[in-house]
């Protein structure tokens, strides 16, 4: 009789624990499909040229907290201000719910403790480009390379968000030790998705700030010698962007053919096809001369194929739930 009750006990126990985790996983992917908006709108800011609208105050927006009689820049860049701090209350919301939910060392902690961290660190590189006046119509290299390390750590947010709803969702880690070969091609598939990445944002401002009213003068601005860096930088990002691809889709095709994991597979098939349509949706930009419309819908596609090779990365290298560490009430 005691021996039941205590089974019973464990069943109870483990389908409340099972419930909870159903929900904060649901959580986590609603913070990451919110922070994909807020990521979309901080380009609509840079690619109309509103990220000056609320001066070089940060946080307050021209002085005040909530400015008045705003034009339509201001209005522009303190939307994208309040959304981000509200993104950054859904991180420490996220956070401090793992912590609660999770035990010590569980790598859903993890992610949420990194994903804390990069959000920090995401609002501090925005608020240093206010500070230092690194928007609007600023055509210095300080700026480009600040958009670059931008666009770095925002993917890098997006990627460890991405993985703690990933990693609650399945209860999954990952098996890095005994799998080195796949290790190192799958890391260099996520560095050549992040140069493309940092090229493409320098090229978006290129076209920004030197906008032109046909695609031949565009290409006649690219080489030449006495243009500005920033468009003759251009260039860079639809070679990397080809190169970069061709792996992509040999990789994703490798692990179609080859790997039996259902996740493994549907990612990998994903991976491919939004490799093509970015291609596609590149083309259209150069074709259509980077209209802002079109520069956004290029960004959200390279935000999935990111989040999506991030996901074919974990279902790689993934390694079973029995093998992580377990909530401490459970043990009990």
């Known amino acids: 009789m005691a021996e ?9 126990r483990a389908t409340n624990y099972d419930r909870r985790a159903a929900r ?9 499909a919110y922070n994909i908006a807020v990521v979309l709108w901080g380009a609509y800011v840079r690619a109309t040229g509103s990220g000056a609208g609320c001066g070089s105050h940060w946080p307050l927006c021209n002085g005040e907290v ?17 959304t981000s701090g509200l993104a950054l209350l859904s ?20 992610g949420a403790t990194l994903s804390l961290l990069f959000i920090i ?27 670059a390390a931008h666009l770095v750590n925002t993917f890098v947010l997006l990627a460890v968000m991405t993985l703690t709803a990933w990693w609650a969702q399945t209860g999954n880690g990952l098996d890095l030790a005994r799998r080195k070969p796949q290790v190192i091609i799958l890391a260099i598939a996520l560095a050549a998705t992040l140069v493309v990445g940092m090229s493409g944002a320098v090229a978006a401002l290129g076209d920004t700030l030197f906008p032109v009213d046909s695609l031949r003068e565009g290409i006649r601005q690219d080489f030449s010698e006495t243009a500005h860096l920033l468009v003759r930088l251009r260039v860079l990002h639809p070679t990397l962007a080809v190169a970069s691809s061709l792996y992509l889709l040999v990789l994703a095709g490798s692990l179609a053919l080859w790997q039996r994991e259902t996740n ?50 974990a279902s790689v290298l993934a390694r079973s739930a029995r093998a992580v560490r377990p909530h401490p009430e459970l043990v009990q």
């Open 4 to 12: 039941t009750f205590t089974v019973d006990l464990v069943v109870d």
């Open 24 to 32: 904060f996983a649901r959580y986590a992917w609603g913070v990451v």
């Open 66 to 82: 909530i400015p008045r009689a705003p034009e339509v820049e201001t209005l522009i860049e303190f939307t994208h201000r309040a």
């Open 91 to 110: 991180v420490i919301g996220l956070f401090f719910w793992a912590r609660r939910l999770y035990g010590r060392g569980h790598i859903v902690r993890r």
């Open 121 to 147: 660190t995401e609002a501090l590189i925005g608020a240093g480009l206010v500070l230092f006046e690194l928007v609007a119509h600023d055509r210095s290299l300080a700026r480009a390379f600040s958009l």
């Open 264 to 313: 493994v597979r549907r990612f990998a098939f994903l991976t491919a096809v939004l490799v093509i349509v970015q291609l596609c949706a590149g083309v259209a930009n150069l074709l259509l001369l980077a209209p802002v419309w079109m520069q956004l819908v290029h960004l959200l596609l390279a935000d999935a194929l990111w989040l999506t090779l991030v996901l074919l990365t």
